[in-house]
């Protein structure tokens, strides 16, 4: 038994085994429990590790979390350390992990985690898209009407996306992607990463629907869409400039930062709008 229980959260690789963090090992050797949520993908990656795994594994998927969550939180409170793996990648992201985090943190157990790989930072770094904003959407809804109404409140959305999608949903969905955003919207399908078969094909989602549709897509996917364009206000003419200027003005503000605001708001550089106040 350990000194002070604590559920620890583990990166696992998304594929290759190589990635696996030396933490990664030293925890599967050394909790008490590993909850995994494929007990026989846990043995093989131990396998592949060539660690022993000396705890007691116990399963912990979406269909057991609800009743399993609370005998692990028994657990941890003993003074035990549990170790929670998913299939890849980190758990709670759009993989179990959430419910028993939530319920540890609850009751005061420590929570920590193992960083490892994501099959979200992974695609984003690899699509060619920019990165230094993103929207992580996970699944979008299996049934066509939610998954359009889901995508029409995401249209406009100026930060790049990441969805999470199935093999026999993702032809679908892509045509609902180049319906609701775009034909010409630049997208990377990600497919098996890190994997043998790794594919990464970075196409306008036009180009990736057709290519679903002629196709049969196979493995985990992770799908990374570029954000909405995002378009400059229309430039107004001088007078409607100096009567927005005006209006800071008397409404209190210097007149230095009432042409910095009016400059700003309508992406113009803030001597063009002195020059023109000026005039």
């Known amino acids: 038994m350990s000194e002070a229980g604590r559920l620890i959260l583990l990166g696992a690789p998304l594929g290759n085994p190589a990635d696996a963090s030396a933490r990664l090992r030293e925890v599967l050797a050394s909790a008490d429990v590993v909850a995994a949520e494929d007990t026989r993908r846990l043995t093989r990656l131990a396998r592949d590790l060539d660690i022993t795994v000396g705890g007691r594994i116990v399963s912990y998927f979406e269909g057991n979390e609800e009743r399993r969550t609370p005998e692990l939180v028994e657990v941890i409170m003993s003074g035990y350390t549990v170790a929670l793996v998913t299939d890849g990648g980190m758990p709670s992201v759009s993989d179990p992990g959430y419910r028993l985090v939530r319920a540890a943190l609850d009751?005061?157990?420590?929570?920590?985690?193992?960083?490892?790989?994501?099959?979200?930072?992974?695609?984003?770094?690899?699509?060619?898209?920019?990165?230094?904003?993103?929207?992580?959407?996970?699944?979008?809804?299996?049934?066509?009407?939610?998954?359009?109404?889901?995508?029409?409140?995401?249209?406009?959305?100026?930060?790049?996306?990441?969805?999470?999608?199935?093999?026999?949903?993702?032809?679908?969905?892509?045509?609902?992607?180049?319906?609701?955003?775009?034909?010409?919207?630049?997208?990377?399908?990600?497919?098996?990463?890190?994997?043998?078969?790794?594919?990464?094909?970075?196409?306008?989602?036009?180009?990736?629907?057709?290519?679903?549709?002629?196709?049969?897509?196979?493995?985990?996917?992770?799908?990374?869409?570029?954000g909405a364009p995002v378009t400059a206000p229309e430039r107004p003419d001088d007078d409607t400039l100096r009567a927005a200027v005006a209006e800071r003005e008397a409404a209190g503000r210097s007149r230095r930062d009432a042409i910095t605001d009016v400059a700003t708001e309508y992406a113009l550089r803030r001597r063009d709008v002195y020059t023109i106040v000026h005039s």
């Open 107 to 226: 009751v005061g157990a420590p929570v920590t985690v193992a960083p490892g790989p994501s099959a979200v930072t992974t695609a984003l770094a690899v699509s060619g898209l920019p990165c230094d904003r993103f929207c992580f959407e996970g699944f979008l809804p299996r049934t066509p009407g939610a998954r359009r109404s889901r995508l029409r409140a995401l249209a406009a959305e100026e930060r790049t996306l990441v969805f999470f999608e199935a093999p026999h949903r993702i032809g679908a969905a892509l045509t609902d992607l180049a319906e609701t955003f775009g034909a010409d919207r630049p997208a990377a399908l990600c497919r098996e990463l890190t994997k043998t078969y790794e594919e990464v094909l970075r196409r306008p989602l036009g180009e990736l629907a057709r290519w679903a549709a002629d196709g049969d897509p196979r493995g985990e996917i992770t799908l990374v869409v570029a």
